[in-house]
């Protein structure tokens, strides 16, 4: 089974408007975390957002905001008035027990002006 | 800027060769992970260092090596080249503070001919 699923290969969204990216993931472990990184044309990979398992508080950086319902096993990354730089592909990623990630398939954002 | 640096960012070989990845962690990163990101497996985790002493190994194939040395600075070293280890290869490194971090090099995109 997939441990991170990332159902959405591409979207469009229209400049200044909110988008949702879906992530639910799949894991026994109580200690966990989840994250979102952002991969432009460029390439490299930018690390975006972090949620602890057992963080009480969605985590929030700048315009990026996680929706984490672990009931659900969901972890959705919300990006708040989208800008043309945003454009990119966007990966969930989980930390079970040990330190490497398991990454999700990847999301393709495009902004259209 | 990340502060992981990869060299080289490109590289084109041919089948049957050999070919050495070298990256350099941020500055007091102990961990150093791999990653391979091609079209059909997605981003696949390789192995970890920390320290100098392998950590985690993950879908690393035989043909494939790697070392951490002294100076905290990495090789990925791959040999028997064949077609389909065409892919960008990620040097990552973590704070031995906030582990869940990673921060991720540019990569180095392996082209087999």
């Known amino acids: 089974a997939q441990k991170i699923t990332q159902t959405q290969p591409g979207m469009f969204v229209q400049e200044k408007e909110a988008v949702t990216l879906d992530c639910t993931y799949d894991?026994?472990?109580?200690?966990?975390?989840l994250f979102w990184y952002k991969q432009p044309s460029s390439g490299e990979m930018i690390f975006l957002i972090y949620?602890?398992?057992?963080?009480?508080q969605n985590a929030t950086e700048g315009r990026y905001s996680l929706n984490f319902q672990k009931a659900r096993k969901s972890a959705n990354l919300v990006i708040s008035a989208s800008q043309l730089g945003d454009s990119a592909m966007y990966f969930c990623?989980?930390?079970?027990?040990?330190?490497?990630?398991?990454f999700g398939t990847g999301t393709r954002l495009t902004i259209i002006p | 800027d990340s502060g992981v640096t990869q060299t080289p960012k490109h590289l084109i070989t041919a089948t049957g060769q050999r070919v050495t990845l070298r990256c350099s962690p941020r500055?007091?990163?102990?961990?150093v992970y791999w990653y391979q990101q091609s079209l059909d497996q997605g981003l696949q985790f390789l192995i970890q260092?920390?320290?100098?002493?392998?950590?985690a190994k993950g879908n690393i194939l035989e043909r494939f090596s790697a070392q951490q040395f002294p100076d905290l600075h990495s090789e990925l070293n791959l040999s028997s080249l064949e077609l389909g280890d065409s892919a960008l290869y990620f040097c990552?490194?973590?704070?031995?503070?906030?582990?869940?971090?990673?921060?991720f090099g540019s990569g180095t995109q392996l082209s087999v001919l």
């Open positions: 990552a490194s973590s704070d031995l503070g906030v582990p869940e971090k990673l921060f």
């Open positions: 894991t026994s472990d109580q200690s966990y975390g």
């Open positions: 949620q602890g398992s057992y963080d009480e």
């Open positions: 990623a989980m930390r079970e027990d040990g330190e490497k990630l398991t």
């Open positions: 500055s007091g990163d102990l961990s």
């Open positions: 260092y920390y320290n100098g002493e392998e950590r």
